[in-house]
């Protein structure tokens, strides 16, 4: 019988240490994965993984290394610690590296509060199948559709465990079930796509694919007949299919490993304004059936609710231990890793505070300007916050969409886009980031 996840980091960190490593940690994934593709009513491919990656990381005073592995053999994990700990001899010193101290390791979580684990039965090949064709025949039923380039279903379960020497070891597992659908529209030069689809924890939550498969379909026949818009300054609405993109830019501006290098266009915004001051961008890692939601990240810490920014003041970094020594502050439990690479800040659930209005309200109110529903590209300075990204979507005339459009650049600053925001009250509650669709007054458009 196999080994737990449990078990098998337990075992790398005692191989660890007894090839000589000070300190170290362990991580291990063991993932099981379905995926089905369908087109034109036929089965296209069926997929099914399963597996385990390993990953160490040995410290030997300042100096740390890192290996990884696919083979649980016991052999193979103490040839793992035996290449870490040669090569953490080699290695420079990092005066910032290092385990969390016991006395700040997470101790009692409720993991099953999360629900991110779903107990129902894995789905059969054969209904992920289903669902994927229901989706695929939901799309070409929308008249103006001329094929359907992608619809599939898939199902994933992966079990994580994380343990260290300075006494820390949870784990915990999480599910997805996910259907998707992208439809194509006119012929020749005139083709356009789109898509629609969803993913949850559980799969009782996830969406109609029939509802899945008609929307893509619908967004495409939309898109039919685009054409470049004016050059001008216009009002842009970012929908809210893609309006989180801006808090993430955001968020990466305030991220500690970019704040540590001086390399981020926030570095002297602590406790100023860098949002309306009627605006909130709330951090909870505990929200359940979330995929980033967490009880602990991967240092071990405890991870908490906080506000990254309350009523527009940037309140703090997003911090793993590193950045956070670099700097002189705290960590907030902010640390991602994956078995190849050592812990890095990265940020879990994110909300952004809904306005009052409807999608409908805004575009009335903007008058003439550019709906964007999808972007491509993008040229982002970090340390300028200059901002500039291919465009389409639907262009807007005395409140009313009008026509779509493509093949348009928009760009401003970052800093003053984001001090221009204004929310409408359609996010959607159960994404990871729950943003709205954001109205940003004169932005500038390059087009014809």
């Not at 399963?50 to 103490?78: C, K, N, W, Y």
């Not at 290449?83 to 016991?102: C, S």
């Not at 502050?329 to 879990?348: E, F, L, Q, Y």
Request: glycine share 10%; hydrophobic share 35%.
């Amino acid at each position: 019988m196999s080994q737990t996840p449990e078990e098998l980091s337990h075992a790398l960190i005692d191989a660890a240490c007894k090839a000589g490593a000070e300190a170290a940690d362990a991580i291990v994934i063991r993932g099981t994965s379905v995926s089905v593709d369908v087109r034109n009513g036929a089965l296209e491919m069926a997929e099914r993984s399963e597996g385990s990656d390993l990953g160490l990381r040995v410290f030997l005073g300042q100096r740390q290394a890192i290996v990884s592995s696919s083979d649980a053999r016991p052999e193979t994990m103490h040839a793992m610690a035996e290449r870490a700990v040669a090569m953490a001899k080699e290695a420079p010193e990092d005066p910032y590296t290092g385990l969390a101290d016991p006395s700040q390791i997470a101790q009692d979580w409720d993991y099953d509060t999360l629900e991110l684990f779903d107990p129902t039965a894995e789905p059969t090949p054969e209904a992920l199948k289903e669902d994927a064709l229901a989706a695929e025949a939901a799309a070409a039923a929308v008249e103006g559709v001329s094929q359907v380039s992608d619809a599939g279903a898939g199902y994933g379960e992966h079990r994580v465990h994380l343990a260290a020497t300075n006494g820390f070891s949870g784990g915990y597992a999480r599910t997805g079930r996910s259907v998707s659908c992208v439809a194509i529209s006119g012929t020749g030069t005139g083709m356009e796509r789109d898509y629609d689809g969803d993913s949850r924890c559980f799969q009782s939550d996830l969406r109609n694919p029939v509802e899945i498969g008609r929307t893509a379909g619908e967004r495409a026949v939309q898109l039919v007949g685009a054409r470049k818009p004016e050059t001008g300054t216009y009002p842009v609405l970012f929908d809210e299919r893609i309006s989180s993109s801006l808090i993430g830019h955001l968020m990466a501006a305030s991220n500690g490993a970019a704040i540590a290098r001086g390399s981020s266009w926030l570095k002297d915004s602590m406790g100023q304004q860098v949002l309306p001051d009627h605006l909130s961008v709330i951090e909870d890692p505990h929200r359940p059936r979330v995929p980033g939601s967490r009880p602990f990240d991967a240092e071990g810490l405890p991870t908490q609710r906080r506000a990254v920014v309350e009523n527009g003041m940037l309140t703090g970094w997003t911090l793993d231990l590193s950045s956070a020594r670099k700097l002189d502050m705290a960590s907030t439990a902010n640390a991602a890793r994956g078995v190849s690479s050592p812990p890095s800040p990265s940020n879990w659930n994110l909300e952004l505070t809904q306005g009052n209005q409807s999608r409908v309200d805004l575009l009335r109110d903007m008058g003439t300007g550019l709906l964007v529903t999808s972007m491509i590209g993008s040229t982002i300075n970090p340390n300028t916050g200059d901002y500039s990204r291919g465009a389409s979507g639907f262009w807007v005339e005395n409140g009313e969409i009008t026509h779509p459009v493509n093949e348009c650049t928009i760009a401003g600053n970052l800093r003053d886009m984001l001090m221009r925001i204004i929310p409408a009250n359609d996010a959607r509650g159960y994404l990871s980031r729950v943003v709205p669709s954001l109205l940003i007054e004169g932005m500038t458009l390059a087009g014809n």
